[in-house]
């Protein structure tokens, strides 16, 4: 089956699978080569990984990137021009209370249906599509069902798995974290795939992360879908659940983040934020300011750039200093 790649929770993972195609969540394996390379001249380090992986082959027909950064759209720029992996620009408006912003993801959607069937795949009667959608709106929720029994690793690997294709991603085997860990929650940006190494160290140095919200984690997931609504127009159905509800920094306004934060921190009794960020993302950068402000919670600043995000012994030092505090 053919494959197409993306990088963007704003990417439905329901349209590219509709499309007979088989979605795949774009993971940079770890920091290096291009990473590094784009971290030394002041570039995100993710975004140059994803450059990385499209120049070195990435086992798919096409990648969509979407419009959230300046640097993606330049990551997206480069791929393209060096003709390596045809490349689709998804326009993500930042400013989305409008019916102009919505209409106009709506219209991405289509303009990215018809990219699909350039690259093998077909157009999906509204049928097919509503069958997609519950089925992962099905797996979703399970997820979320069965957190409190999964450590965070699981979580975030099992959420990734989601974001592909659903017959290969079997449920997790609980293996909940020690109940005594210290609540926290981790908020922020993409991790690469080395990087899932984190929750890891930090479940070692005392924490329990009750709330990912990564851009991989519980935070970019898409609403639930309203079965009604999926009857009446599958695909505005599908916009909305992920235009109008997945709170991110790079969105205006982006009173939704703090919003969905409110409710979710108190909800799991969040006692500490690990704010994890790449250094040259200003998006980040820029909210964790706006954080620091809004929560009375202790928040740690956990700055990656390419040569440290998969350094797991200087990551523990961080955490076992900020878990004292916390204790
Ligand atoms: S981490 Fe920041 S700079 Fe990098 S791709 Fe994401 S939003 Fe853009």
């Not at 990137?65 to 640097?71: E, G, H, M, R, S």
């Not at 960020?277 to 700055?303: F, I, N």
């Not at 440290?308 to 961080?318: I, L």
């Amino acid at each position: 089956m053919t494959a197409i790649a993306y990088a963007s929770p704003f990417v439905p993972v329901e349209w590219i699978a509709a499309h007979g195609l088989r979605p795949l969540w774009l993971r940079p394996p770890a920091a290096g080569g291009g990473a590094e390379f784009a971290a030394a001249r002041g570039v995100c380090p993710y975004a140059g990984a994803v450059v990385d992986a499209a120049e070195t082959g990435i086992d798919a027909s096409a990648l969509v990137l979407t419009t959230i950064c300046d640097q993606m759209r330049f990551a997206s720029a480069l791929i393209e021009s060096s003709g390596r992996c045809p490349v689709f620009l998804l326009n993500v408006p930042s400013t989305w209370q409008t019916g102009e912003a919505r209409s106009l993801y709506l219209a991405e959607l289509c303009r990215l249906g018809r990219f699909f069937e350039k690259h093998g795949g077909k157009p999906p009667n509204g049928a097919e599509l509503a069958r997609v959608m519950l089925a992962y709106d099905r797996a979703r929720s399970a997820l979320l069902s069965a957190q409190s029994t999964l450590s965070a690793r699981q979580f975030a690997e099992t959420a990734a798995k989601y974001r592909g294709p659903l017959e290969t991603a079997s449920p997790p085997k609980p293996d909940a974290p020690p109940a005594d860990g210290i609540p926290l929650a981790v908020l922020g940006g993409p991790l690469l795939e080395a990087d899932y190494e984190f929750f890891d160290v930090l479940q070692r140095a005392g924490g329990r992360v009750v709330l990912d919200a990564t851009e991989g984690g519980e935070r970019t997931m898409p609403r639930g879908f309203d079965p009604r609504k999926i009857d009446a127009d599958p695909l505005r159905a599908l916009a909305d659940a992920y235009f109008n509800a997945i709170p991110d920094a790079f969105r205006r306004p982006n009173a939704a983040l703090y919003e969905w934060l409110g409710r979710e921190l108190a909800a799991r009794h969040v006692r500490g934020i690990v704010f994890r960020r790449y250094v040259w993302c200003d998006l980040w950068h820029a909210e964790l300011q706006r954080l620091k402000r809004w929560t009375a919670l202790p928040v740690l600043d956990l700055d990656a750039g390419a040569d440290d995000v998969a350094a797991p012994n200087r990551m523990q030092g961080r955490f076992e200093a900020f878990l004292e505090m916390l204790a």
